[in-house]
């Protein structure tokens, strides 16, 4: 990446690419919540993919931009009760195959990958206003990746899912 109009240009294809991933999965799987969690993910892909072109646009027209009011929709709070309701009332056996494992590693890595971008994205920023997007895109991107995680980790073992959750501890 030369400069911060390509890092955007980049961000927008990372975000589209991850917004087609996510829709695709949530289409094929019969897995209930696998369904939620990834159109709960595509939809926040969305949401970057405004964010990034509102400031892509302003940028390629040399215009000064306020990044708060880009990202004022993004409350990590509702984030993390929407994901906390797709869990509550699932069965402790949720009945899952192999591809939907397969699709939450995939997921995992993505994320993990995107935050590496946008971290090195963001030591090459010189604006500010810049700086505080790819901030904000790497933080996304590790709450993506922990809610993806904790949907693995309660398809792989729901009991220790709940038990990690619930933060239970053995008495003597």
């Not at 931009?65 to 509550?88: G, Q, W």
């Not at 899952?96 to 090195?120: C, L, S, V, W």
Request: glycine share 2%; no cysteine; proline share 2%.
């Amino acid at each position: 990446m030369e400069n911060q109009k390509e890092a955007l240009a980049a961000a927008i294809e990372m975000e589209k690419q991850g917004k087609n991933f996510y829709e695709s999965t949530a289409e094929r799987t019969t897995n209930e919540m696998t369904r939620s969690v990834f159109r709960f993910l595509a939809e926040e892909e969305t949401k970057h993919i405004a964010a990034i072109k509102s400031f892509y646009s302003a940028e390629i027209a040399g215009e000064e931009t306020d990044f708060d009011s880009v990202i004022r929709d993004a409350d990590p709070a509702k984030a993390k009760k929407a994901i906390s309701k797709l869990f509550s009332g699932l069965d402790k056996k949720a009945p899952t195959d192999k591809a939907d494992i397969d699709a939450y590693k995939f997921a995992r890595d993505f994320e993990k990958n995107g935050e590496k971008f946008y971290r090195q994205a963001l030591t090459k920023a010189t604006e500010k206003e810049t700086k505080k997007l790819f901030q904000f895109l790497i933080e996304e991107e590790q709450r993506h990746f922990q809610m993806i995680d904790d949907s693995l980790a309660f398809l792989e073992n729901p009991a220790e899912w709940f038990h990690r959750m619930e933060r239970w501890h053995v008495e003597g």
